[in-house]
């Protein structure tokens, strides 16, 4: 991604430090509210106890319109996957594609 342009990445990930992102283009944030706010694209890589918590209301509130949920982990259900297909977010997911 950042040799196509995209310069704006953050990451929220409670299980690293700041000195494991080498990228200077990269920042690392402690709140993940910070990270998703206004984010054209969430990428959940890692199913850590604490994304747990994040509400599925959340991602439409936060992201950009039209955003795009990208689900590495296989992290959500059918259920929340149609949930934020309904507000308007789209979900693309390893080995998966509900419509």
Same mark, same amino acid.
Request: proline content about 1%.
């Given at each position: 991604?950042?040799?196509? =342009? ?12 700041? *000195? ?12 993940? *509210? ?10 959940? =890589? ?23 949920? $990208? ?19 789209? $979900? ?5 594609? $509900?419509?």
């Amino acid at each position: 991604m950042l040799d196509e =342009g995209v310069t704006d990445i953050s990451v929220f990930d409670s299980t690293i430090s700041d *000195e494991a992102i080498s990228d200077s283009r990269v920042r690392r944030v402690d709140r993940w *509210e910070v990270c998703m706010n206004d984010a054209d694209c969430v990428v959940f =890589g890692a199913a850590h106890d604490d994304l747990c918590q994040i509400q599925m209301s959340e991602f439409p509130k936060r992201m950009s319109d039209g955003g795009l949920f $990208y689900d590495g982990r296989r992290f959500l259900s059918r259920a929340q996957i149609l949930e934020l297909k309904k507000c308007g977010i789209a $979900y693309q997911g390893v080995g998966r594609s $509900y419509s």
